[in-house]
């Protein structure tokens, strides 16, 4: 591979750890590192609401940032693209606010159980509080989804359908936009989760017809602290505040208010404006580097571990056998072992991944398994660095005191 | 950083557990959760007076969880309440790396964990069993 991408990112060029936790947080680069900081070094001021020129920088820099993020996911206009926290804060607003307001006693909400706890808690939240049907979609033991199954889950008193176009634990691709289309059909609105998604594949709102579309900065070699919900203008018009207060009114008395347009209405308090700037320079990068470049290195990687793995007795990979339906997210298991001893004989040799229940406890239990330890690869991982972990992976049982 | 932790004496008694049993007449049953990764053991003791007459735990965990919990019956049936607090204390010690090098002596088998002091995001493994036992010893005091 081009090497010289591994100096972009300081903690990876630092050869500190093998690090195949990607799912879980991207790497910055220094780009990011470097557009987050400078916006506290020469921009700071608190964005949309001073009129001297520092507040008014500050603001360009914060909305330069949605520039960018529209045009990215292809969204129609500025209005569509709420700056959040993560996809977590994403998706609850659109609980809160649509969800609340628009589902009714006896309306069904449609689950994947494939879903992350913050794609799936605020719809349980948001159906019981309103006296509302959660029904859950089940996928294919192998994480495939049955389209006939969503044809006939999906339901003329459905109101609402939530799932992630990536499976965090899975790594396999939804077809989101054909369960868009199904679930206009019956007059439902799509809530997408995005967070595994977009840092692997370009995203294109208008082309997937989704209502709303969440992801989280910091997996996409951004930030923390700062996440995206898109969400369709006359859908986000019709909707009231999530959080009120600051920086979201265009008057208020002691009676009450006059909210502002969007996408302020959904932005209360002081924004995270450093966070929106290292968003924009990591987009920047993403779009540099080019999707086919990183999609071509994570699944040359990708492949090369679900092979190894496969290749190891006792060893066992969730989901699909082919990488191409992993998106670098490669869950496995190991025969008698506890996933946390698995990741400890990583650890210790040097490899960083994640074991237990990757926030997706319904699916795993629906799968069979317990807790499970997940490498998760992005284009900056190595072919050498997939040796090393498979290197460990083979002596894991033997460490634990099974001789074959 | 060390996987020395998996020695013969812990993988021993992760593989081959010699208390992992049910024991339907136990005098205490009390249930330990690891919140950190949801594994669960469930203690159970039967006593004699201030003596623990046996013991057992059931339940499903990692192999620091599972060996320091048998580790630990082993030790403590035979003796009396406040003798199992007083090494359970002991354990809590060693594994803050607080212990001396006797009074880790002390803890025979145990001691096989003491290095978990260097690895904070296992203590909660290697403490469920004694965490649990004291609790269900306090509970029955």
Not at chain 1, 197 to 213: A, G
Request: with cysteine; glycine share 6%.
């Amino acid at each position: 591979m081009d090497m010289d991408y591994r100096q972009d990112f300081p903690l990876i060029a630092s050869e500190r750890t093998i690090y195949i936790d990607n799912a879980a947080t991207a790497q910055r680069p220094q780009c990011v590192i470097d557009a987050e900081m400078d916006f506290y070094m020469n921009h700071n001021a608190n964005p949309l609401r001073g009129t001297y020129p520092l507040s008014i920088e500050a603001t360009d820099v914060y909305e330069n940032a949605r520039k960018t993020v529209k045009n990215f996911i292809n969204a129609d206009s500025l209005a569509e693209v709420i700056f959040t926290r993560n996809t977590s804060e994403s998706i609850n607003l659109v609980a809160y606010s649509y969800g609340l307001s628009k589902i009714e006693e006896g309306d069904e909400v449609v689950v994947s159980i494939m879903e992350h706890h913050s794609n799936m808690l605020p719809w349980q939240m948001a159906a019981r509080q309103k006296k509302a049907v959660l029904k859950y979609l089940y996928c294919e033991k192998d994480g495939s989804l049955d389209m006939n199954k969503v044809e006939s889950l999906i339901t003329d008193k459905t109101k609402l359908v939530a799932i992630t176009q990536v499976s965090n634990v899975l790594g396999r691709v939804n077809d989101v936009k054909t369960i868009a289309e199904i679930a206009h059909k019956r007059g439902a609105v799509i809530v997408v989760d995005g967070a595994q998604s977009i840092p692997h594949m370009p995203v294109d709102v208008k082309e997937l017809d989704v209502d709303f579309f969440a992801f989280s900065g910091h997996k996409l070699y951004g930030p923390m602290g700062i996440g995206v919900l898109y969400g369709k203008k006359e859908l986000l018009e019709e909707m009231p505040p999530f959080l009120t207060g600051g920086e979201m009114i265009d008057s208020v008395t002691i009676d009450g208010a006059v909210y502002a347009e969007l996408p302020h209405k959904f932005e209360a308090g002081t924004v995270n404006a450093a966070g929106a700037a290292g968003l924009d320079a990591a987009i920047r990068y993403v779009q540099s580097v080019g999707y086919d470049y990183m999609r071509e290195r994570e699944l040359a990687v990708t492949d090369r571990a679900v092979k190894g793995l496969l290749d190891i007795p006792h060893v066992h990979v969730i989901g699909s056998e082919k990488a191409d339906e992993h998106t670098g997210i490669v869950t496995f298991t190991v025969d008698d072992v506890h996933p946390h001893d698995v990741s400890e004989v990583l650890i210790s040799d040097g490899v960083s991944v994640r074991a237990g229940h990757h926030c997706a406890q319904p699916l795993l239990s629906y799968l069979g398994v317990n807790a499970t330890t997940r490498a998760s690869f992005m284009f900056y991982n190595t072919e050498k660095e997939v040796d090393a972990f498979l290197a460990s992976v083979k002596t894991v049982r033997e460490r634990l005191g099974y001789h074959e | 950083m060390s996987s020395n932790i998996y020695n013969e004496i812990l993988t021993e008694h992760n593989i081959r557990p010699e208390f992992k049993y049910d024991m339907e007449d136990a005098d205490i049953v009390l249930e330990g959760v690891n919140p950190s990764c949801g594994d669960n053991i469930w203690l159970k003791l039967k006593l004699d007076g201030d003596v623990i007459a046996d013991g057992s735990f059931i339940g499903t965990g990692c192999a620091i969880s599972q060996a320091s919990a048998d580790i630990m019956l082993g030790m403590i049936i035979g003796k009396k309440k406040d003798e199992a607090l007083q090494m359970a204390e002991l354990f809590m010690k060693m594994i803050k790396g607080e212990a001396t090098d006797e009074e880790i002596d002390s803890l025979e088998e145990a001691s096989a964990l003491k290095d978990i002091a260097h690895m904070p995001a296992r203590v909660k493994c290697a403490v469920l069993g004694w965490r649990t036992l004291k609790e269900a010893i306090d509970n029955s005091l």
